[in-house]
């Protein structure tokens, strides 16, 4: 039996036959749609972990922006307590 003739396959219902290179040609169809399959996964899985990665990034500068007001919020809360403290200490000095 050579090459490119037909092997007989049998089955309980029926029977057919399929030539080796038929035979080599699905298998090699399946290899490349699954290949192409798992690329299609991998770049959608990619752009999913991109947007994710993008989202965080944004939150983390919306988190630092907030810090950043809160820092400055208590720096001016500071500067307005001194302020105060001292003029009650000049009210007190003037009133002795």
Known sequence: MDFFT????NSLTESFSLSPVLLFS???????TGYLLGI???NKG???QLKLEDEMLRNHAKILSLE???SDAKRENTQLKNIHARRNQESQVHHS
Do not use: E, T, W, Y
């Open 46 to 48: 990619k752009k999913r």
């Open 26 to 32: 699905l298998a090699v169809a399946g290899f490349i």
């Open 68 to 70: 950043k007001n809160l």
């Open 40 to 42: 299609f996964k991998r």
């Open 6 to 9: 037909s092997v007989s396959m």
